[in-house]
């Protein structure tokens, strides 16, 4: 009873989380991606560029940068406009402003394996074998498998003037000329000192160093284990190194014509390989606790 009058109280004054709920205003500008392709780095990015004088940090970057389920009601009904907010929901038509971020969906599995590590939801003994059937069938979080999330913006958006796509492998191979395209997006003006000083704010060393100091303050961070960092390698290709071939054929039966189509070259060379893994796509898996 008690807890529903609380809730009750904190709905009435907009102390609630609006989520999905959330009131879009029509000059608001959406940052998206799935889950563990960038979008923070990009949320430190442009509040490096935008708010530099706020001196952004893993405390105040969802307050400059807010998402629907981390800043209140309240909040969102005073921030300044146009409002930047981070999203990682699948298309959604009444986001009419986007920067969508893709990533190789082979390095997208092992950071968000190694990301529910450090969120203590499995542990180190856990195979990832286990882990990739359910992140293929995207169970592995709320926004749908990687094909869903991607596939339903670049369906709806790709080509539309409001829609920018932004890939994390050119934002780490030219960081400052993909920032130079989200400043032209946003109509910030930008110099190359002002590109440049943002992408050295936000290297992946000084984000490291900043997760240490304000790891507590921040909703991604907080309770989670501080002997392995948010931001992990900060590179492309891992899964090159890191996973084993069938896994990497697995991946590429399920999702190969979109993986293609952005660019991403397939590897399997061995056809009975992919055919071998092809269920991984079409079956429900079993869902192995970790």
């Not at 205003?25 to 990015?45: A, E, M, Q």
């Not at 991607?150 to 920032?179: K, N, T």
């Amino acid at each position: 009873m008690i807890s529903r009058f609380a809730a009750g109280i904190r709905y009435l004054f907009g102390l609630h989380h609006p989520g999905r709920n959330l009131a879009v205003l029509p000059d608001d500008i959406f940052l998206v991606s799935y889950p563990k392709s960038g979008n923070t780095w990009c949320r430190f990015l442009i509040a490096n560029l935008v708010y530099s004088q706020q001196n952004p940090n893993w405390g105040n970057i969802d307050k400059l940068i807010p998402g629907p389920e981390v800043a209140t009601k309240r909040y969102f009904q005073r921030m300044k406009r146009p409002r930047i907010i981070r999203s990682h929901d699948p298309f959604d038509p009444r986001y009419k402003q986007v920067i969508y971020i893709v990533r190789d969906p082979r390095d997208v599995a092992l950071s968000q394996y190694h990301h529910h590590q450090k969120r203590k939801l499995i542990d180190e003994s856990y195979p990832f074998a286990a882990f990739l059937p359910r992140f293929l069938a995207g169970e592995t979080n709320e926004h749908g498998s990687w094909k869903q999330n991607v596939a339903s913006w670049l369906a709806a958006r790709h080509g539309d003037s409001r829609f920018l796509l932004l890939r994390y492998e050119d934002m780490i191979a030219s960081p400052q000329l993909e920032l130079g395209k989200v400043a032209e997006f946003l109509t910030v003006t930008a110099t190359a000192q002002d590109l440049a000083r943002a992408v050295e704010q936000s290297s992946p060393e000084r984000m490291r160093q900043l997760e240490k100091m304000n790891a507590d303050k921040n909703a991604l961070t907080k309770g989670t284990r501080q002997d392995l960092p948010f931001v992990r390698t900060a590179k492309f290709g891992n899964w090159k190194s890191g996973m084993q071939e069938s896994s990497i054929a697995a991946i590429e039966a399920a999702w190969a014509p979109l993986m293609k189509w952005l660019g991403y070259e397939l590897v399997t060379r061995d056809s009975r390989l992919v055919e071998d893994f092809a269920f991984l796509a079409s079956e429900r898996p079993v869902v192995v606790q970790g």
